[in-house]
């Protein structure tokens, strides 16, 4: 969940490095540091916190040299300090890393038999040290690295940078993402393309087990087994990694602005003007399938079951939803005609990843909805679907979300129109629907200053309850999980029916219960739920349409006011005051919205 970086190139290194960390902080912000290479020697600077404090201490205490390392930390071992801030450095060797070393005890024990000392908590202070020991025993630095790295066992993405080699970096990736970038005369490394997009749009993305050696005009890529390796160098899209506010306050408040339009994008990649057919760009005949496997993480777990109402009451289609971090380890049989479907914002959440590889040999076909088409999941995937929801920096998932769950909505379509569970006129209608959505969305946005004053109230709640029924449940759960997120108000979502099974004991005049209710099949059912909490004295926030506040608004505490689609869109639809709800109260907390506490936007450690 770290993030990391490297340049070798003709201009001082650490504000370039700076410049790249901020475009990595979305992985974590516990810390921060860089070291560079200067006459031959290396140098290093640490800070605690927000990247701002290391910038705030190089401007006091710089730091020359033209080639050098950087890393943004999300804490795994050890606490938040300076002296376990990255770059680790030992005698002629530093490191920074991303990911977990899993036997980093096992090789402390066998470094301190050779009179190591250890400074620090971490396990990537092992590495460092590991291959300061190997460049004692007369190894050059490249074999010294590449022996180090083949003594961790673990998930890792890593930089060595040496005393003395201003013109080399070493890297290496096992399960976290690395991209290196192609420069004129230049060479970069990143976790990702976003922090190299202002230096190159060149991009080398290593593979599983890879490790490369970098000089300022060459690149050297071998794989796990030390042979030479031909990876593709690509060209990335500017415009897909531009990260700026446009005039707001926070990067979340701009996502959730966005919504119509990368959903509306979203929507025209999946079904062309004039057709109701929805086009993939993949081979996926869901005539050959009996039943889907999904798995996910966080907000696209969410948006997974979401999806398991859609195909299953369109398709007509059995779908079983797991958390990514439970399923392989559960070991499920995946029996025949089964495909496996993966969501993942980042497309290198480690959990959904490694799911993905214990359906490898096992699953027809392995399908992932993804945003970074470039990612380890969309690599390893047969049919990869983007969303194009474009780069989103926000740590709390919002137009992600909404764009996942219009991609999965179509994909559902899609097995209902291979499967002939509805008519033409059927799709066509859902296909009608889903193009004006993105006006829904619109409308959905206008109600920003009712939803602002009912989050005013809500930010003085210590405990808050979501309510939902059919497709509305999953999408309680989402609100509740945003509202924890950034404004730390411990909130939980429920099916609506579920309530008297034991929630209800909550409920007492200081307990605020948003019901997220459309005037839907189910509507009766969850309001009469939401009676029973009005009738102990909860405070009802009512998310509904016009047809439901006037048949159910009498009595509640405020009502949120959304205009009516049809009944397959509204969990995409109430998205919208769900994740506004959780931003206003945030503010109003002044809490840290698009950084929260304890998070990072791309986990890619279990």
């Known amino acids: 969940m770290c993030g990391i970086v490297g340049v070798l190139g003709e201009h001082e290194a650490a504000p370039i490095l700076v410049e790249a960390l901020k475009r990595l902080e979305y992985r974590g912000y516990d810390s921060a540091g860089i070291a560079t290479v200067n006459d031959g020697a290396l140098g290093r600077r640490r800070a605690v916190g927000k990247l701002v404090n290391l910038s705030d201490l190089l401007v006091h205490d710089p730091l020359p040299g033209k080639s050098g390392i950087g890393h943004t930390r999300w804490a795994t071992h050890g606490v938040p300090s300076v002296t376990n801030a990255h770059p680790h450095q030992a005698g002629p060797v530093a490191v920074v890393h991303n990911g977990i070393v899993e036997n980093y005890r096992e090789l402390r024990a ?145 996502e959730i602005a966005e919504q119509p339009v990368v959903v509306a994008e979203a929507i025209r990649s999946y079904l062309p003007t004039g057709g109701d057919e929805v086009i993939l760009p993949g081979d996926l005949d869901f005539t050959k399938l009996d039943r889907l496997t999904m798995v996910a993480c966080g907000t696209a777990f969410y948006a997974c079951l979401t999806a398991k109402y859609w195909f299953e009451q369109l398709a007509k289609m059995p779908v079983e939803v797991d958390i990514a971090s439970e399923f392989r380890y559960r070991e499920p049989p995946i029996p025949g005609r089964t495909a496996a479907l993966f969501v993942s914002q980042s497309g290198e959440t480690a959990d959904t990843l490694a799911a993905l590889r214990y359906c490898e040999g096992k699953a027809d076909k392995i399908v992932s909805v993804i945003n970074v088409p470039e990612s380890s999941i969309a690599r390893e995937s047969d049919v990869a679907l983007p969303i194009h929801a474009g780069v989103e920096i926000g740590v709390a998932s919002t137009k992600a979300f909404t764009c996942q769950l219009s991609v999965l909505l179509m994909l559902a379509l899609k097995a209902a129109a291979d499967r002939g569970t509805l008519t ?183």
């Not at 411990?490 to 099974?501: C, D, N, R, V």
């Not at 909490?533 to 439901?548: F, H, N």
């Not at 503010?587 to 450690?605: C, E, F, I, M």
């Open 424 to 606: 033409d006129e059927e799709i066509a209608d859902h296909a009608a629907a889903l193009r004006g959505l993105p006006t829904a969305l619109n409308t959905a946005l206008d109600q920003n200053h009712a939803i602002r004053t009912s989050a005013q109230r809500l930010s003085e709640a210590r405990d808050v309850l979501f309510l939902g029924r059919g497709l509305m449940y999953p999408l309680a759960m989402e609100g509740a999980l945003k509202l924890k997120e950034i404004s730390y108000i411990h909130a939980e979502g429920y099916a609506s029916g579920e309530l008297k099974h034991g929630p209800i004991a909550l409920i007492d005049k200081q307990m605020p219960v948003v019901v997220m209710a459309p005037r839907d099949a189910v509507f009766d059912k969850t309001v009469s739920n939401m009676q029973e909490v009005m009738a102990r004295k909860g405070k009802v926030i009512l998310v509904s349409d016009d047809d439901g506040i006037a048949e159910a608004g009498d009595g509640v505490w405020s009502t949120i006011r959304m205009p009516h689609v049809h009944p397959s869109l509204a969990p995409i639809l109430y998205s919208v005051p769900a994740q506004l709800l959780a931003y206003h109260t945030a503010v109003a907390k002044g809490t840290d919205v698009d950084q929260p506490r304890n998070l990072a936007k791309s986990v890619t450690v279990e």
């Open 110 to 254: 066998e470094l301190a038999e050779h009179g190591v000392d250890f400074v620090t908590e971490t396990d990537t202070e092992t590495v460092a040290l590991m291959a300061a020991h190997y460049l004692n025993t007369g190894l050059p630095p490249v074999e010294a690295a590449f022996k180090t790295i083949d003594r961790l066992e673990g998930a890792f993405a890593l930089a060595f940078l040496f005393d003395g080699q201003d013109d080399l970096i070493v890297a290496a990736r096992k399960g976290s993402p690395l991209a290196i970038g192609h420069g004129d005369g230049e060479m970069y490394v990143g976790s990702d393309a976003i922090a190299l997009a202002p230096l190159t749009d060149r991009i080398t993305y290593l593979e599983e087990g890879d490790r490369a050696v970098l000089t300022r005009t060459s690149l050297e890529i071998r794989n796990e087994a030390g042979e030479l390796a031909n990876r593709e160098t690509r060209r990335i899209k500017m415009d897909v990694t531009r990260a700026d506010k446009a005039g707001h306050k926070h990067f979340m408040a701009k």
